[in-house]
């Protein structure tokens, strides 16, 4: 809900940031990083990313283990939900996209319009505009970083910070690129958000490496001695 506000309000900023992005040049670094973070954002690599994490957190490949009733159902679930919540909010905005076209700062002529309002809708006859520079409202970029970090978050809560970083320079990178106006990262988020939120449950049950770590942490002298 914030997020959905906040992509209100920026409706009034909408065009003065897209033309200053699309003169202003960035320094190298600052495009490095933003391009690097895209990773988490793009639905390819999220997707050879969530196999990279079946490698690393041998738990996740519960999902496989269709005959091991000793598994908790959450611990078999785990992995579709990081998946789910991941993907599936790019899957809404594309939906929304199919509806609600918007023509992308790099291709428009900010300066022809009143509003950031006249950005939406089919272009004049005569304009050429492909179907993919009218998929500006939301992002799916957004919706993508925003549902897989939060589903990272939920998993390995003891990096959150990281994950919060990624997510929003993704976002920032497609200000930053022409790709999309800042209203358009705000509602993206927002879907992901909401997607993560219905398919996460309220909090995560530990995982076996919880309990393992947990168990190997040392106690105190008056627990010991107990």
């Known amino acids: 809900m914030a997020l959905a506000l906040?992509?209100?309000?920026?409706?009034?900023?909408?065009?003065?940031?897209?033309?200053?992005?699309?003169?202003?040049?960035?320094?190298?670094?600052?495009?490095?990083?933003?391009?690097?973070?895209?990773?988490?954002?793009?639905?390819?690599?999220?997707?050879?990313?969530?196999?990279?994490?079946l490698v690393v957190d041998p738990s996740l490949r519960a999902v496989f283990a269709v005959r091991d009733t000793s598994t908790p159902a959450h611990e078999r679930l785990a992995f579709p939900r990081i998946a789910a919540a991941a993907l599936g909010g790019g899957i809404v905005v594309q939906i929304i996209k199919s509806f609600v076209p918007r023509v992308r700062p790099r291709v428009a002529e900010l300066a022809d319009f009143a509003s950031s309002l006249a950005t939406f809708g089919e272009p004049?006859?005569?304009?050429?505009?492909?179907?993919?520079?009218?998929?500006?409202?939301?992002?799916?970029?957004?919706?993508?970083?925003?549902?897989?970090?939060?589903?990272?978050?939920?998993r390995y809560p003891h990096a959150t910070p990281l994950f919060c970083l990624l997510a929003t320079s993704a976002a920032l990178q497609r200000v930053a690129s022409s790709a999309h106006y800042p209203s358009d990262i705000a509602f993206g988020?927002?879907?992901?958000?909401?997607?993560?939120?219905?398919?996460?449950?309220?909090?995560?049950?530990?995982?076996?490496?919880?309990?393992?770590?947990?168990?190997?942490?040392?106690?105190?002298?008056?627990?010991?001695?107990?």
């Open 124 to 154: 004049a006859s005569g304009t050429s505009v492909s179907r993919y520079d009218l998929g500006s409202f939301p992002s799916g970029h957004a919706a993508v970083a925003a549902g897989f970090a939060t589903a990272l978050c939920w």
């Open 6 to 53: 906040l992509g209100c309000m920026l409706f009034f900023l909408d065009l003065p940031i897209a033309a200053w992005c699309k003169t202003t040049v960035f320094p190298d670094a600052v495009l490095w990083f933003l391009s690097f973070s895209e990773r988490v954002a793009n639905g390819k690599d999220v997707a050879v990313l969530l196999m990279c994490l």
């Open 189 to 226: 988020a927002a879907v992901g958000l909401l997607v993560a939120a219905t398919v996460l449950p309220e909090s995560k049950e530990p995982n076996h490496d919880d309990q393992r770590l947990s168990c190997d942490a040392p106690r105190s002298p008056k627990t010991a001695a107990g």
